[in-house]
């Protein structure tokens, strides 16, 4: 019998693997960086419902797109902005017009919260000090607090979080679903998991990835992984460590963009709804993608 | 198109907050009579606090505590560490410097560790010596506020989020900076304590007996700031040259400390100067304050 292979075309994929309404979606990257951005244009594309979206401890284009596209019903996470490029205008005006559900969090709420989903702990304690801020103020039931029984001290508990699916960047996969991120992993692989459905785009496919780099250097193992989408220049206008830049003309002009209707619209239809993925890169502009190119980083 | 136009929200740091103008007008034409640049001595002013054998932790847009960590293991801290925000590199090697504390750039550096092992350390408790943060508003007390102005319920700006900064209390030495100072920064009391300081003054911090050693020093455009020892109350510990004591009070939205006596900054040396400019030949600090 043959292995099976786990390469689909990106529609198939989120046609697949993405429920139409999702109970709860996590994305992967972490700020202007590895943003799984042709998956999720495909989900605005496919007009996906989402319950809850789940991010990184710090989002950016991939959460206030999604936001901006009026898919989303509530959103948990610790930060979503520009980083040095300013606040986040979708994810800004949802909270301040209460069109979005915000579950405010820190980071260890994600990172512990990961880690609980994954290993099937009921929730992971924080240290003390971590509830001297305001955070577990807003809502008593979301931040819960339980005894230590090792003290008797009350300690504030981060519950377990299980994506229904993620969707994550990673820079190389084989047929198979083992993957390599070949420069940070932010979050992206706890989220993996943690998830129950894993869907991967890659900038390449390479047919025997422990062949090229040693197994010792490949961490997504395949048996967690659903799907793998081959999408070169999927994270722009984000970075792929390693494969190219951020574009911060296009971020600059994304942020331009919403500043009115009109313009955010014209947005979404130009790069998103009007265009299959597979004429994304023309739409940009091939040289454009080339002179952010960085391989050699690392090496 | 420039940062200009985005007058409304401006660039801002995770763990900072800071719009990327100073909130000082008159301080571009001052600028331009001296060798450096406000944020060019900011970096200095940090470079100088950090000791040797220390571990510095920092989040996004970390230019300049970044360039400060650099000067100081080039002058006197060979030995120190320093952990650039979500990229999980430990000791990148930037030359030049980068906007964004999770770059590729970065990489180039001594080790790297999964985020998730950065924020393992960092609830530890003694593995981190300086934790730099920030806010869209910082308090009297050292508490800061990356969540939201006005109530959470009704927020007049909502903010990014607050990431990393609960582990202050935790987290050695706070060392809190802002490019922005002005009396919408620094604030009586935060709107929303998203990273702690000093709480409500000293009968509230004394009795938590956490490992961190709570807020040490503020760097401004302006001045630096420490905090009094008995009354836990933000306190001028010196002038940028050419800064007025009125100058800073009229930005402060509280009242700061006063000595009878407050010593000018030390200038920039030629020697550190050499070092940035070579570390930041693109002049990455000159354009952000």
């Known amino acids: 019998m043959e292995r099976t292979r786990k390469v689909i075309p990106l529609s198939e994929a989120i046609r697949r693997f993405v429920p139409d309404d999702c109970p709860s979606l996590a994305v992967g990257g972490m700020h202007m960086h590895n943003n799984p951005m042709a998956l999720i244009r495909e989900?605005?594309?496919?007009n996906k419902k989402i319950k809850r979206l789940i991010t990184s401890p710090s989002a950016d284009i991939n959460a206030d797109l999604l936001l901006g596209s009026g898919l989303v019903e509530e959103i948990l996470t610790a930060y979503v902005?520009?980083?040095?490029?300013?606040?986040a205008p979708n994810?800004?005006?949802a909270v301040e017009k209460k069109t979005v559900k915000l579950l405010?969090?820190?980071?260890?709420?994600?990172?512990?919260?990961?880690?609980?989903?994954?290993?099937?702990?009921?929730?992971?304690?924080?240290?003390?000090?971590?509830?001297?801020?305001?955070?577990?103020?807003?809502?008593?039931?979301?931040?819960?607090f339980t005894t230590d029984p090792y003290t008797g001290e009350q300690v504030m508990t981060a519950a377990p979080l299980k994506p229904s699916v993620a969707l994550i960047h990673c820079q190389e996969a084989d047929p198979y679903g083992n993957a390599i991120f070949k420069g940070s992993e932010f979050t992206d692989r706890q989220?993996?998991?943690?998830?129950?459905?894993?869907?991967?785009?890659?900038?390449?496919?390479?047919?025997?990835?422990?062949?090229?780099?040693?197994?010792t250097r490949v961490n997504v193992p395949g048996f967690l992984v659903s799907a793998v989408v081959e999408a070169p220049y999927g994270c722009h206008p984000t970075s792929s460590h390693g494969y190219y830049r951020d574009d911060e003309g296009h971020l600059r002009a994304y942020l331009q963009a919403c500043k009115s209707p009109e313009s955010w619209t014209e947005y979404l239809h130009r790069y998103v709804l009007d265009i299959p993925e597979e004429e994304?890169?023309?739409?940009?502009?091939?040289?454009?993608?080339?002179?952010?190119?960085?391989?050699?980083?690392?090496? | 198109m420039s940062a200009k136009d985005y007058s409304g929200d401006k660039g801002h740091s995770q763990e900072t907050g800071n719009p990327r103008e100073s909130g000082r007008p008159e301080g571009k034409d001052d600028a331009?009579?001296?060798?450096?640049?406000?944020?060019?001595?900011?970096?200095?002013?940090?470079?100088?606090?950090?000791?040797?054998?220390?571990?510095?932790?920092?989040?996004?847009?970390?230019?300049i505590p970044m360039a400060a960590c650099r000067l100081a293991q080039e002058t006197h801290a060979p030995n120190l560490s320093y952990i650039a925000g979500g990229s999980g590199a430990v000791n990148p090697r930037l030359e030049p410097l980068v906007f964004s504390s999770c770059a590729a750039e970065n990489l180039r550096a001594d080790a790297m560790l999964p985020l998730p092992d950065v924020i393992l350390l960092e609830g530890h408790g003694k593995r981190f010596d300086v934790f730099f943060g920030g806010g869209l508003q910082i308090d009297k007390y050292g508490n800061c506020n990356l969540v939201c102005v006005g109530d959470w319920h009704n927020p007049l700006l909502k903010g990014p989020g607050t990431v990393g900064l609960p582990f202050l209390p935790r987290a050695g030495r706070a060392v809190l900076y802002t490019t922005a100072h002005n009396a919408r920064t620094?604030?009586?009391?935060?709107?929303?304590?998203?990273?702690?300081?000093?709480?409500?003054?000293?009968?509230?911090?004394?009795?938590?007996?956490?490992?961190?050693?709570?807020?040490?020093?503020?760097?401004?455009?302006?001045?630096?700031?420490?905090?009094?020892?008995?009354?836990?109350?933000?306190?001028?510990?010196?002038?940028?040259?050419?800064?007025?004591?009125?100058?800073?009070?009229?930005?402060?939205?509280?009242?700061?400390?006063?000595?009878?006596?407050?010593?000018?900054?030390?200038?920039?040396?030629l020697s550190e100067l050499v070092i940035l400019r070579r570390l930041d030949a693109a002049g990455v600090l000159g354009k952000l304050v």
């Not at chain 1, 994304?280 to 090496?299: C, D, K, M, Q």
């Not at chain 2, 009579?33 to 970390?62: C, F, I, N, P």
């Open chain 1, 43 to 46: 989900v605005i594309r496919q």
């Open chain 1, 81 to 87: 902005g520009f980083e040095h490029l300013g606040l």
């Open chain 1, 91 to 93: 994810f800004r005006r």
């Open chain 1, 104 to 144: 405010e969090c820190d980071e260890p709420f994600l990172v512990y919260g990961f880690q609980a989903g994954a290993g099937g702990l009921p929730f992971i304690p924080y240290p003390k000090g971590l509830e001297l801020n305001d955070l577990h103020k807003i809502d008593p039931e979301f931040y819960r």
């Open chain 1, 191 to 215: 989220m993996i998991l943690a998830a129950e459905t894993v869907v991967l785009q890659v900038e390449k496919i390479v047919p025997d990835l422990a062949a090229k780099y040693g197994a």
């Open chain 1, 280 to 299: 994304y890169a023309a739409t940009i502009g091939r040289g454009r993608l080339n002179s952010l190119r960085s391989e050699g980083v690392f090496e």
């Open chain 2, 32 to 63: 331009g009579e001296k060798a450096y640049s406000a944020a060019e001595l900011m970096t200095v002013v940090m470079a100088r606090h950090l000791r040797d054998g220390e571990v510095a932790v920092m989040g996004a847009v970390s230019m």
């Open chain 2, 186 to 269: 620094f604030v009586e009391k935060v709107d929303f304590n998203s990273g702690p300081g000093f709480l409500d003054g000293p009968e509230t911090w004394l009795g938590q007996g956490l490992p961190g050693e709570g807020p040490a020093l503020v760097v401004t455009p302006l001045c630096v700031f420490d905090f009094e020892e008995r009354s836990k109350v933000m306190r001028l510990k010196s002038l940028h040259p050419g800064v007025s004591r009125e100058e800073v009070v009229r930005n402060t939205g509280f009242r700061p400390a006063l000595p009878p006596e407050v010593p000018v900054t030390p200038e920039p040396t």
